[in-house]
């Protein structure tokens, strides 16, 4: 019989599977951050000035919510469908503003 001392004699947890959402939280995390570096490239070019940046984010936020919602949420109850606008909105915003900010101090 193995020794499953190290683990306090239960057996290793299963990794539950994926929430249905998690997806979506995920590719607005990566999108945030792909957005805020865009933004901070086209913020540089002459003759545009910050707010061409926060349009390309609203742009790239919607792209991900109509993008989802065509992809993976078709068939999703009409009731749920704040749910896909709402997911991972705190985290784009939040790293789309940090990496803006970020590589303008670096750059």
Do not use: Q
Not at 2 to 30: C, I, Q
Not at 67 to 93: D, H, M, N, P, Q
Request: no cysteine; net charge positive.
């Amino acid at each position: 019989m193995p020794d499953n001392s190290a683990t306090g004699g239960h057996r290793p947890e299963v990794p539950s599977p994926p929430r249905p959402f998690d997806k979506l939280y995920w590719l607005r995390v990566a999108s945030g951050i792909l957005a805020g570096v865009v933004a901070e490239f086209i913020w540089k070019l002459p003759g545009f000035d910050w707010t061409i940046g926060i349009t390309l984010g609203l742009l790239v936020y919607l792209l991900t919510y109509y993008g989802a919602r065509y992809a993976w949420y078709r068939k999703l109850e009409t009731s749920k469908l704040g749910k896909v606008y709402t997911t991972g909105i705190g985290s784009f915003v939040i790293l789309f503003i940090f990496t803006w900010i970020l590589l303008a101090t670096l750059l």
